[in-house]
């Protein structure tokens, strides 16, 4: 119960002890700190999957696809207005996307504009068609497309650099830089341009732009790990160089990356085929006039957004129904020319079956699909050998008809053949190199093994020529009885 004062002399006390207070002990009233939660949304290595249908295997597949990201995007968009969505690489090849770069504009492109990308980074793939290709469909990109280390003979840039954006007063900048490597895979299609080393222009640009921005992030087709001893072509390496950076998106390695951080800056990377999103959050707060990461441990969290579950195969993110009806005319298109018939299959199928679980034939002995892989090669490029490798352990034709797309299941990817002059010792160093691949036998083995560290596609096969392969040998010894197909040795 309140009792109602019939004078006022008691709130006049009140106020005179409250000022003697406020003398002795300033009290002072702060306001909050105003912050800004930025979100960025990131795809990679999307590979052409732009409705859920693998062309390849010809069926249906909700593992992944671009309409399903844009499912996703829409949920997360909003949840926080603050976002931003970028992609780092390999956006136009595979999955029959070869098809459509003649088309008025990409479906992949086309599905990247509906989405709302701000950046695209440029990846290793998408040179494989050439430079006046590739600047064809990437204008064709609404947002900027990033490419800050292949100049043109000119001077200038494939792609900026950098993007700025601001949301919400914060002003972030996307630096995009792509592997170095690309030299070594589409040498021809670059030899008109300059590639830098990547790690070297990220500090240029957070040198130019650091005083513009309050927030820097990467966003690169660079692998997590380096690549052929090359530390610029490693996510890593921008990391412990780049401490300015607030995150890495990285790419290339069709791996899902959740959780890594290198000198305290978090790095995410996604999986193929449009089956992950990876969502960085940051935290800004303003002070003094500027927004700032308070500490970058705590502010900055990183996540990857699976499109469908990997254990119960349910489907998390279904596809946008609105996207897909724009991108039906390609979808028709791809599924026409993949079930073209081009011939028949007798006899058995190309690979046998694994005798035991884990070591696939196509690996360990000569099978008719290599042998019709390399076949191919030698008759197109007229060279006495050719290599190649199994891109998948479980590679096979199987006997009966064959549609286009089935060609896809021993050789899916739209590589450049190259045809070299080399010496005998070269050769006989590549085989050497390629059969690296296996561990060494040790009395006792029950079976064959692999290096972990070697992937399964860097395994080169060899026709037009006699060898066998001693893994009791150490690596750089076991190619034995090197000759020619009329059995005359191979000299160096």
């Known amino acids: 119960m309140f009792r109602k004062f019939k004078s006022n002399k008691w709130v006049s006390w009140l106020i005179a002890l409250f000022m003697i207070l406020s003398l002795v002990t300033p009290f002072n009233v702060l306001a909050a ?6 979100q960025i949304l990131a795809t990679s290595d999307t590979h052409g999957k732009f409705v859920p249908y693998e062309y390849a295997t010809n069926s249906e597949s909700k593992s992944g696809s671009m309409t399903q990201i844009a499912t996703a995007v829409k949920q997360f968009k909003k949840a926080n207005p603050n ?11 595979d999955n029959s996307a070869s098809l459509f770069l003649n088309e008025e504009i990409h479906p992949m492109v086309l599905a990247m504009n509906e989405i709302g990308y701000d950046t695209w980074t440029l990846g290793n793939h998408e040179f494989n068609y050439g430079i006046p290709m590739l600047d064809k469909i990437s204008s064709q990109f609404k947002g900027t497309v990033l490419c800050g280390n292949v100049y043109r003979q000119d001077g200038t840039r494939l792609g900026q650099p950098y993007k700025i954006i601001e949301k919400s ?4 900048g996307i630096i995009g830089m792509t592997t170095p490597n690309i030299t070594k895979w589409d040498a021809e299609n670059l030899k008109d341009c300059k590639v830098t080393d990547p790690v070297e222009e990220t ?7 650091k005083d513009k921005v309050d927030v820097i992030v990467a966003v690169v087709h660079m692998a997590e790990g380096e690549e052929y001893g090359n530390k610029s072509s490693s996510a890593i390496a921008l990391a412990k160089e780049c401490p300015e950076l607030a995150a ?3 790419a290339h390695e069709h791996k899902a990356v959740e959780g890594a951080v290198y000198n305290n800056t978090p790095l995410v990377e996604n999986k193929n085929l449009a089956q992950t999103m990876s969502k960085i959050d940051i935290k800004l707060t303003k002070k003094d006039g500027k927004y700032i990461i308070n500490d970058k441990s705590k502010d900055v969290k990183s996540k990857i957004i699976w499109m469908m579950d990997g254990k119960t195969k349910e489907v998390n993110y279904e596809s946008d129904k609105d996207l ?9 298109l791809a ?12 006899g058995g199928d190309l690979v046998p079956k694994d005798e035991v679980k884990g070591i696939p034939a196509s690996q360990i002995q000569e099978t008719p699909m290599i042998n019709l892989i390399n076949e191919v090669q030698m008759y ?3 060279a006495d050998v050719s290599a190649a490798a199994a891109f998948r352990s479980d590679a096979n034709m199987k006997e009966g008809k064959i549609k286009k797309s089935d060609a896809s299941l021993i050789y899916k990817y739209d590589n450049t053949i190259y045809l070299l002059e080399v010496t005998g010792k070269q050769l006989k160093d590549y085989m050497e190199w390629s059969a690296s691949y296996y561990n060494t036998y040790k009395p006792g083995d029950l079976t064959i093994s692999f290096n972990e560290k070697i992937r399964g596609y860097q395994y080169d096969m060899f026709s037009g020529i006699k060898y066998e392969i001693d893994i009791s040998k150490d690596p750089g010894n076991r190619i034995v009885n090197l000759r020619k197909m009329n059995d005359s040795p191979v000299k160096d």
């Open 335 to 346: 599924l026409d020319d993949a079930n073209q018939i081009i011939g028949e299959l007798k």
């Open 324 to 332: 897909e009806e724009k991108l039906d005319s390609y979808h028709k």
């Open 33 to 38: 700190e105003k912050t800004v939660d930025i």
């Open 83 to 93: 976002t931003i969505i970028v992609d780092a690489g390999d956006v136009i090849q």
């Open 248 to 250: 890495i998106v990285a």
């Open 169 to 172: 007063d914060v002003k972030v």
């Open 203 to 209: 500090k240029k640009v957070i040198s130019e732009i």
């Open 380 to 382: 197109y490029t007229k």
